[in-house]
C-alpha cells in the first residue's frame, strides 16, 4: 500500500518497541508509528490498541514520557489484561497540533483509520486485519479517539480518552494556530457530543476521564452530563490530577484495563 516503508531493525531497538515511518498521500509525505509488541512467542491476531498523543507531542511521546510500553508489559506480566499490541502514531506533525482532522490539503483522519492500522498489519505478524482494533488518546488525542472512534465505529470495539478536547473550540487554549484551519464544513464534525447525537446507535464501548484540576474538567463533565442525559452507555471518571503527564501515564492503565475486558 504505502511507496516507502522503513522498520527500525531487531538488534538496535529496546523495550520491545520498534519504530515504522511510512510515506503517505494522506499526509503528502512520511509519518512515523511507534509500535510495542509484547515479547512473547507464536501469537497471532493481537488486538490493536491506536494511541493518539496531544499537541506538541509526536510517536515517541506516550513511551518516553509516560513508560506506556512497561506499563503494559507488567500487566500481561501478572494477567491484569490479554497480550495487546500499541501503536503510536505521529498526529501527522502539523503546527502545534493536526486535531487528527482534514484540513490543509492534508488527511491527518484517514492517515490515522487507514494507514496506521494498514503499516501495522504489514509489519507486525502478530497483527491482522482479523485483529480487534480499539483506539485511545489524550488531550488532543482524546478528542481524536473520540471523534474517530464514533465516525468510524464499525472499525473500533471499544474507545478511551483522558483529559479530552471535546470541540474543537477548545483548540485555541493549545495551540497558536487559528480555530478557523480546524473547523470541518459539517459542523456535527466539531464536537464529539454533535457526532453522538446525531447518531446515537450502535456506538463502541465508551469510556473517559478527566483529573478534578484539569483545564478541561467541566468540559468533560458536560459531556458526561449530555450522554446522561440521553441515557447512553458510557463509563466517565474523575480522578485527582492536572493536565500533565504524571496524570496520563498511571490512568492509561485503567484505559488498557478497560479494552482488556471487551
Known amino acids: 500500500m504505502f511507496r516507502t516503508t522503513e522498520l527500525s531493525d531487531p538488534c538496535f531497538e529496546n523495550g520491545n518497541l520498534r519504530f515504522i515511518t511510512v510515506k503517505t498521500p494522506n499526509l503528502k509525505g512520511r509519518g512515523d508509528i511507534c509500535v510495542f509488541v509484547p515479547p512473547l512467542d507464536t501469537i497471532e491476531n493481537l488486538p ?53 482532522v482534514p484540513h490543509g490539503g492534508f488527511n491527518f483522519e484517514k492517515w ?39 465516525k468510524y465505529r464499525e472499525k473500533f470495539k471499544a474507545i478511551s480518552a483522558h483529559s479530552s478536547i471535546t470541540d474543537l473550540e477548545q483548540m485555541p487554549l493549545f495551540v497558536e494556530e487559528p480555530l478557523e ?3 470541518q464544513g459539517d459542523v456535527m464534525e466539531n464536537s464529539v457530543w454533535s457526532m453522538i447525537r446525531n447518531n446515537p446507535d450502535n456506538l463502541p464501548k465508551l469510556r473517559f476521564d478527566c483529573g478534578t484540576e484539569d483545564l478541561l474538567i467541566e468540559y468533560n463533565r458536560k459531556l458526561h452530563q449530555q450522554l446522561q442525559d440521553y441515557h447512553i452507555d458510557h463509563t466517565y471518571e474523575e480522578f485527582p490530577g492536572e493536565h500533565e503527564w504524571k496524570y496520563w501515564g498511571e490512568h492509561i492503565k485503567d484505559t488498557l484495563k478497560f479494552f482488556g475486558d471487551q
Request: without cysteine.
Open 48 to 100: 490493536l490498541v491506536i494511541l493518539l498523543h496531544g499537541v506538541y507531542g509526536s510517536a515517541w511521546v506516550w513511551s518516553q514520557k509516560a513508560g506506556v510500553h512497561l506499563s503494559a508489559w507488567q500487566m500481561m506480566e501478572n494477567g491484569d489484561i490479554p497480550p495487546m499490541v500499541i501503536a503510536m502514531p505521529s498526529d501527522g506533525l502539523w503546527g502545534d497540533g493536526s486535531g487528527y
Open 112 to 150: 490515522i483509520i487507514e494507514d496506521v492500522p494498514q503499516a501495522v498489519v504489514e509489519n507486525i505478524p502478530s497483527v491482522s486485519e482479523n485483529s480487534s482494533l480499539f483506539i485511545s488518546g489524550l488531550s488532543m488525542g482524546g478528542f481524536g479517539a473520540l471523534r474517530l472512534g464514533i
Open 181 to 183: 484551519g480546524y473547523l
